[in-house]
């Protein structure tokens, strides 16, 4: 499919994302944050969150399903794509609790070299539609050898 054909096609999984405590938690210690509203849920809601707030990175989680959605239907094979950026706008924080709904949209792409790159947006909402944020990707999908 030429690259100018992807840009404004949608992806979204049949599921939403559920955030749970353990996820977050596993999320912080693997990035190395040992910020007590990540880890124990008193710690949270004395800085007046409802729950356990997740560091503002975490929203990669919630997205991969949708991404992993766009990568599927567009027939890529993973060992061809390259994570090239990645940045993240947040509406709120996200919470242990939290239902998120994702669907991630091709803005740009654009052949160089034999190659696609692609730029997406992944529009996070929660349970009830309300925008929680963005994530905005850049992947690099190599020409096959």
Same mark, same amino acid.
């Given at each position: 499919? *030429? /690259?100018?054909?992807?840009?404004? +096609?949608?992806?979204?999984? $049949? =599921?939403?994302?559920? #955030?749970?405590?353990?996820?977050?938690?596993?999320?912080?210690?693997?990035?190395?944050?040992?910020?007590?509203?990540?880890?124990?849920?008193?710690?949270?809601?004395?800085?007046?969150?409802?729950?356990?707030?997740?560091?503002?990175?975490?929203?990669?989680?919630?997205?991969? *399903? /949708?991404?992993?959605?766009?990568? +599927?239907?567009?027939?890529? $094979? =993973?060992?061809?794509? #390259?994570?090239?950026?990645?940045?993240?706008?947040?509406?709120?924080?996200?919470?242990?609790?939290?239902?998120?709904?994702?669907?991630?949209?091709?803005?740009?792409?654009?052949?160089?070299?034999?190659?696609?790159?692609?730029?997406?947006?992944?529009?996070?909402?929660?349970?009830?539609?309300?925008?929680?944020?963005?994530?905005?990707?850049?992947?690099?999908?190599?020409?096959?050898?």
């Amino acid at each position: 499919m *030429p /690259a100018a054909d992807l840009v404004g +096609r949608s992806f979204a999984p $049949d =599921f939403p994302y559920e #955030v749970s405590r353990s996820k977050i938690r596993e999320f912080a210690a693997a990035i190395g944050d040992r910020h007590p509203a990540y880890h124990d849920v008193a710690a949270a809601q004395s800085l007046g969150h409802p729950d356990l707030v997740a560091p503002p990175t975490f929203a990669i989680v919630a997205t991969l *399903p /949708a991404s992993e959605q766009l990568v +599927r239907d567009l027939g890529l $094979d =993973f060992a061809s794509v #390259v994570h090239g950026d990645q940045r993240f706008t947040l509406n709120r924080p996200i919470y242990a609790g939290d239902v998120l709904h994702v669907t991630v949209t091709v803005e740009r792409a654009r052949a160089v070299a034999g190659n696609t790159i692609l730029t997406t947006r992944s529009d996070i909402t929660d349970a009830a539609r309300q925008p929680v944020g963005a994530a905005y990707t850049t992947l690099v999908i190599r020409e096959s050898a």
